[in-house]
């Protein structure tokens, strides 16, 4: 019960199992699922109704599909998936845009806005670019307008960045941005509500970099974190690429 807590009574049996197996308690999944149904307690649904956000404009040329659904990276930095969502709050829609690694599944960097312009998307690339650096990365998104504008074009080349677009109004084209949004929602968007945007700009902050971030577990990521996953991938990359001190080639041989 207390893990179910912490996760904010989101992780269903397959997380629950992962944590108790790090706290040192081995138990099946099965069993785990059938506590949880006999407490009357489940996780929580990461199914989204699909919602079109962006629009895209007849005078701007989208880039082409340099992903086509392969949604695979063996290193940080090689792509990255970009989108937007609203949140409502009673003051009115606060806009979303957020830029994910699709190796580590980690949200890099996002911006939040009162419009969906091409500031928005700009902003939250830029912010990626600076917290990552990355070496001619492919940023893939929708044929959004904010996307396949003049000014996002123009920065993307500026900074070396490959911009890739899928095809108008499909889901599947960006679907690993789909599912993080897939999961903002149903763990903090559709279970919460707030008074005013500020309110909203700080629960979606902390949201992200105290919980997603560092310690949401993924299946796809051998249900570690993003970050957990990025520290364990430079970790594994430290070791590969540091040849044997002259003790330890002794050792070895």
């Not at 082409?64 to 829609?93: C, E």
């Not at 949201?207 to 796809?220: F, G, L």
Request: proline residues 4%; charged residues 25%.
């Amino acid at each position: 019960m207390m893990i179910y807590r912490k996760s904010d009574c989101t992780y269903g049996h397959p997380r629950i199992t992962v944590e108790l197996a790090d706290l040192g308690i081995l138990v099946n999944h099965k069993r785990v699922g059938r506590l949880m149904r006999a407490a009357g307690i489940k996780g929580v649904s990461r199914r989204r109704n699909f919602v079109i956000t962006t629009q895209r404009s007849k005078r701007d040329h989208p880039a082409p599909d340099l992903v086509q659904r392969h949604f695979k990276a063996s290193s940080i930095n090689q792509l990255w998936v970009a989108d937007m969502t609203y949140i409502p709050t009673w003051a009115g829609f606060l806009y979303l845009a957020v830029v994910i690694d699709v190796c580590s599944r980690k949200v890099v960097d996002w911006s939040f806005g009162e419009t969906m312009t091409a500031n928005l998307v700009i902003s939250a690339l830029n912010m990626a670019l600076l917290t990552r650096k990355p070496d001619e990365v492919i940023h893939h998104s929708d044929q959004g307008s904010q996307y396949t504008s003049v000014e996002f074009g123009k920065r993307c080349r500026e900074m070396g960045v490959r911009p890739s677009m899928g095809s108008v109004g499909d889901a599947y084209d960006n679907a690993m941005a789909e599912s993080f949004f897939a999961c903002l929602e149903c763990e903090l968007i559709d279970r919460r509500s707030w008074k005013n945007k500020t309110e909203a700009r700080l629960a979606v902050f902390t949201w992200i970099e105290s919980w997603y971030n560092p310690t949401c577990r993924h299946s796809v990521l051998g249900y570690l974190s993003p970050n957990n996953f990025e520290i364990k991938l430079k970790e594994k990359i430290t070791i590969n690429c540091n040849p044997l001190s002259p003790v330890e080639a002794v050792s070895v041989s």
